[in-house]
Structures are given as structure tokens and as C-alpha cells.
């Protein structure tokens, strides 16, 4: 039961995640801007050197990751192994630790922010809580 | 009916034990597809729904006023008379204008006579620290006729001077390249003059409902960011085709 409300948390958020960065990646493609109001500099964090890698957009990876986790939530629902858990345990690691580096970024680098990229991080935080939380109580043990 | 054996009995009981085991198993796994499909069916509409909000055009606000006429200090290029009167409302230091600065040059190029081009200053003041400065020595290079100069100076090198807390220096060195008059430059920069019109520009653009640059106007109506260069093209080539 507990794994079965587990794996329905993170696929809510992931599944928030998932809108949030495809939006983005959407209006990357478009070469377009989100609204961006007086008060956010969400066009000078989505247009500077840090919002792509390598020539792909940091929301496009974002998407593909929430993507990833939407997957193993329903893997960990419908047929659970142990390794599905560990494997969400550490995507969902990496992803609160890419958004620390991120909102770094945007708080001492670009100083300005970008909302739509504030929530995506917020739903990472909120994820690795649910996944510590989960962990501490060895559900999956 | 005839009577069973026990055997029978047992072997039936099994029989009818496995039937039920292979159906509970078909359903098991019809369940797991069914969850499968749910969610991709979900993740797809949510896609389609994002495009739709993505290409849904921003609200225009031409309804909450008129686009202020094009006066004599407003930095104007281009041919008066043209059918098209392109405005934008940009900021030097928005990353986005300098993207669409290259687009606006080719517009002009590529319709040369054919367009009218208004820049109005809309600077970002709160998120951009070296907006105004930028705005006020694009106006200095106005009053000495070499607006353009500057302006296509300062989003060319947008990155160089963006987070520069030297910025006035920087500009001040743009000046000399373009041959201004350095003293007469470094007095229009601090002058009144220059920091009234600028944000009376930005007031009566907030007025018109513009909250985020650039914004373009073509003909007086607020258009939605063309996403390439062709389709920047076409809005003003539907433009010229009009009657």
C-alpha cells in the first residue's frame, strides 16, 4: 500500500514536471518566449549560455527525465522489482542536485529568474522528499 | 448425470483451479497495458495541449489603447511614406531583442522603402541593471543623428556589456568609434532630457498594455513574436499585399 501511494506521488509530480518542460522545450523549437512579465527575467535565463548544453535545451533533457520517472513509477506499480525503486531513488538524486546547480545559477549568475524554471526545481525538491521519505521508512526492503 | 470418481472429482477441481489462475493472469496483465495506454493517452493529450497553448496568440491589447503616434523625436528609419510601419518596444540589454535584432536588419533590407521602422525605448530597469544607460546613450548617439550606429552597436555586443557594472565606459568607447561628440555625448547621457523622454516612452507603452520586449507593432496592431524570419516575412508581406 505504501509503495502503491509511493509510486503515485512521484508520477503526480512527475507528471507536473513533464508539462512544465515541454512547454519550454516547445517554445524552444518555436524560437519563441513565454510571456515574460516586467517583474521575471524568464527570457534572459531561457535565452542565456546556461539554458542550453551542448546545443540541447536543458528542458528538453528536463522533459525526457520527468519522462523517465513517469515510466518507473508505473513499472514500481504494475510489476515491482527492487531495481526500479533504486534506479528512481538515484534519477531522483541527480535531478535535485542538477537543480541545485541551476537555481545557483540563476540566483548568483543571471540574477533574475525564470518561474517556469523555479517550479520545475521546486517539483525536483519535492520529489527527492517524497523519495527520502520513502526511503527512510525501507518500504522497499 | 453419471457419478465421478474421486479422481476425476480432484482432477476436475485442478482443471477448473488453473482455468481461474490463467484468467486472473490475463486480467493481471490486460490491467498493466490498460495502465500503459492510459498514461500515454494522457501524456499525449497533455503534448497536444501544451502546442495549443504555445501557439495560441498573447492577448493583444491594441483594445486597451492605440499605439502612440510616431512623433518627431521617436528614432524613426526607413521610408515615411511606406505601407508598413514596423514599431518595436526593446530593451538593449533584453537577450531576446538582441535575437531579433538580425531579423528587424534583414526586414529592412530585404523591404528596403517598403518599411517604416520606430524603435521605442522600453527598458527593463527592474531585471536589467544597464538598461536605462543603454537607452540613454542610444538617445546621446540620437541627438548627435547616429541612433542606428548605436543601436545596432549595442545589441551586437549585448554580452560584452551586459552584466557590466562599467557599462557608461563601454558606451562612451562606442561613442568615440562612431565619431561623436565625446563631451557634448557624456552631457546628453546625464541630462534630463534624454531620462524624461525615455520613460514617457516606457509609460505609454505600458499604457498600450506592452509587459515584455520586444514587442512589435505592425500598422498599430500588436502582432505575436513571428518565431522565424519567413514568418516575420510573410506578416509584413501580407501587410504590402493588402489594399
Redesign the interface.
Known amino acids: 500500500m505504501a509503495g502503491q501511494v509511493f509510486s503515485a506521488l512521484i508520477l503526480l509530480l512527475s ?1 507536473l514536471g ?2 512544465d518542460a ?2 519550454l522545450v ?2 524552444h523549437f ?4 513565454p ?7 524568464c ?2 535565463v531561457l ?2 549560455k546556461y539554458a542550453t548544453v551542448l546545443g540541447v535545451p536543458i528542458s528538453l533533457a528536463g522533459s525526457l527525465f520527468y ?1 523517465l520517472l ?1 515510466s518507473l513509477s ?1 513499472l514500481i ?3 515491482f522489482k527492487k531495481i526500479f525503486a533504486n534506479v528512481l531513488i538515484l534519477i531522483v538524486l541527480s535531478g535535485a542536485l542538477v537543480s541545485a546547480v541551476l537555481i545557483y545559477i540563476q540566483f548568483f549568475i543571471l540574477k ?1 529568474f525564470c518561474q517556469y524554471c523555479l517550479f520545475s526545481e521546486g517539483v525536483n525538491f519535492l520529489l527527492l522528499g517524497v523519495a527520502l521519505l520513502f526511503l527512510k521508512k525501507k518500504i522497499f526492503k | 448425470m453419471e457419478k465421478l470418481t474421486k479422481k476425476e472429482k480432484k482432477e476436475l477441481r485442478k482443471q477448473e483451479w488453473q482455468e481461474k489462475l490463467k484468467k486472473e493472469q490475463r486480467q493481471k496483465t490486460f ?2 497495458i490498460a ?2 495506454v492510459g ?1 500515454a493517452a ?2 499525449i493529450a ?2 497536444y495541449g ?2 495549443q ?2 501557439n495560441s496568440p ?1 492577448t493583444t491589447s491594441t483594445s486597451s489603447g492605440k499605439l502612440p503616434q510616431v512623433t518627431k523625436e521617436d528614432p524613426v528609419t526607413g521610408n515615411p511614406n511606406a505601407k508598413v510601419t514596423l514599431v518595436e518596444y526593446a530593451d538593449f540589454q ?3 531583442c538582441a ?1 531579433y535584432h538580425p531579423m528587424v536588419k534583414q526586414l529592412l533590407t530585404d523591404y528596403n522603402g517598403k518599411i517604416y521602422f520606430v524603435y521605442r525605448y522600453f527598458p ?1 530597469t ?3 541593471q544597464n538598461a536605462m544607460i543603454s537607452s540613454l546613450a542610444a538617445f546621446a548617439a540620437g541627438l548627435q543623428s547616429k541612433f542606428w550606429e548605436m543601436h545596432d552597436m549595442l545589441f551586437q555586443t549585448q554580452n560584452s556589456w551586459a552584466s557590466s557594472p562599467k557599462a557608461r565606459e563601454t558606451f562612451i568607447d562606442f561613442a568615440k568609434k562612431l565619431d561623436l561628440d565625446i563631451d557634448k555625448f557624456k552631457t546628453d547621457l546625464e541630462s534630463d532630457k534624454g531620462k524624461n523622454f525615455i520613460n514617457d516612452t516606457y509609460n505609454k507603452g505600458q499604457a498600450i498594455g506592452v ?3 520586444p514587442t512589435f507593432f505592425i500598422n498599430g496592431t500588436k502582432i505575436q ?1 513571428p ?2 524570419y519567413n514568418d516575420f516575412k510573410s506578416l509584413i508581406e501580407n501587410e504590402i499585399n493588402k489594399k
Open positions: 507528471f513533464f508539462l515541454t512547454y516547445i517554445l518555436k524560437n519563441a518566449f510571456p515574460c512579465t516586467i517583474t521575471t527575467g527570457e534572459t535565452t542565456s519522462l513517469i508505473i506499480l504494475t510489476s533574475t | 490491467k498493466k495502465i500503459w498514461i494522457v501524456l497533455a503534448v501544451l502546442f497553448i504555445a498573447q533584453c537577450p531576446a535575437a527593463l527592474a531585471i536589467h509587459n515584455s520586449t513574436n518565431r522565424t
